[in-house]
């Protein structure tokens, strides 16, 4: 048994916002967070006991395009194979609801692309990814 619960929920704004800052990634305003999370199509959510330890969610149309995103883990707890078991369910939930010939993207900061790689994610190229930040 695994000393962590995978649960299929969305986190609190306070332990999304605590957990992307704890590994690295960029911040959000509460209010981006809080609309961006209600938003979401599916979240995957992975506690030490009441401890936020590990999330990812997927967001968009539901049909043609799904992003992966927020893939994130406590980096106390990295290296025990819990972004896997994140990816497990999010691609678990993909092969149920993706439609055929949807497009499923993520970005990935290196070295997570080898992560992805393992779940049949591939470089974009000769595509590139873009982006604007507010």
Do not use: W
Request: include cysteine; charge should be neutral.
């Amino acid at each position: 048994m695994k000393p962590y619960d995978i649960r299929h929920e969305l986190p609190s704004v306070d332990d999304y916002m605590r957990l992307r800052k704890i590994a690295g990634m960029s911040g959000r305003s509460r209010e981006a967070a809080t609309t961006g999370l209600k938003n979401s199509l599916f979240s995957v959510c992975v506690y030490a006991g009441d401890r936020l330890i590990g999330m990812g969610r997927l967001v968009g149309d539901g049909g043609c395009n799904f992003e992966v995103v927020d893939v994130a883990v406590d980096p106390e707890f990295q290296g025990r194979g819990i972004g896997k078991d994140i990816m497990k369910v999010i691609t678990g939930y993909l092969d149920e609801h993706a439609p055929e010939s949807a497009y499923v993207s993520l970005i990935a900061d290196v070295p997570a692309d080898r992560l992805y790689k393992k779940f049949g994610f591939d470089y974009t190229t000769p595509s590139v990814g873009m982006y604007k930040r507010y």
